[in-house]
T-cell receptor, first 114, second 112 residues
Framework: NAGVTQTPKFQVLKTGQSMTLQCAQD?????MSWYRQDPGMGLRLIHY???????DQGEVPNGYNVSRSTTEDFPLRLLSAAPSQTSVYFC?????????????FGPGTRLLVL | KQEVTQIPAALSVPEGENLVLNCSFT??????LQWFRQDPGKGLTSLLL?????REQTSGRLNASLDKSSGRSTLYIAASQPGDSATYLC???????????FGQGTTLQVKP
């Protein structure tokens, strides 16, 4: 298994540009999520999905869109990039039942918005 | 609103020391608490998960405890090694929202 993969690893954007951060997992997990990590602030949830066709907002959803057309893929779209969106973005997938939970994180995408 | 706090933000110890990292949370309505490790420029790796009904979990030199009533968890690392140098994050799964809420992390440096 490749686990959780993210592309690109690094991206520079100009203010106002749009882009899509790709995330894919090959573990057949229903639950996928996007986080951003900023210095001193831990990880904050942007959007999440509990299965194909179902998405919901996290703590900091403004400026981002997601879709989940397949179980494997969960892309994050920046509609009009702003300097405040400079961050490291992590995608995660997880499996859980009443007694067990496991989380897998991708390697991250570093985004710089000028 | 659930808030997770980790103290200290950074810690430097000599090799071989036993150490404790602290995590506190404001809302005891949790499914579980997890400890993660993050190496520089990398993603997160799950270390230990404690269900809300459990008191502790152990994996090798790592032991995590949970006191849900007081909103505290500790990660104990025995006989620290330079390879333990990383950032350690705790996170709680809220039983109200189902969301995973992270602390800010503790950056550990173990000096040879």
């Amino acid at each position: 298994n490749a686990g959780v993969t993210q592309t690109p690893k690094f991206q520079v954007l100009k203010t106002g540009q749009s882009m899509t951060l790709q995330c894919a997992q090959d573990m057949n997990h229903e639950y996928m999520s996007w986080y951003r990590q900023d210095p001193g602030m831990g990880l904050r949830l942007i959007h999440y999905s509990v299965g194909a066709g179902i998405t919901d907002q996290g703590e900091v959803p403004n400026g981002y869109n997601v879709s989940r057309s397949t179980t494997e893929d969960f892309p994050l779209r920046l509609l009009s990039a702003a300097p405040s969106q400079t961050s490291v973005y992590f995608c995660a997938s997880s499996y859980s039942n009443r007694e067990y939970e496991t989380q897998y994180f991708g390697p991250g995408t570093r985004l710089l918005v000028l | 609103k659930q808030e997770v706090t980790q103290i200290p933000a950074a810690l430097s110890v000599p090799e071989g020391e036993n150490l404790v990292l602290n995590c506190s949370f404001t809302d005891s309505a949790i499914y579980n608490l997890q400890w993660f490790r993050q190496d520089p420029g990398k993603g997160l790796t799950s270390l230990l998960l404690i269900q809300s009904s459990q008191r502790e979990q152990t994996s090798g030199r790592l032991n995590a405890s949970l006191d849900k009533s007081s909103g505290r968890s500790t990660l104990y690392i025995a006989a620290s090694q330079p390879g333990d140098s990383a950032t350690y994050l705790c996170a709680v799964r809220s039983s109200n929202t189902g969301k995973l809420i992270f602390g800010q992390g503790t950056t550990l440096q173990v000096k040879p």
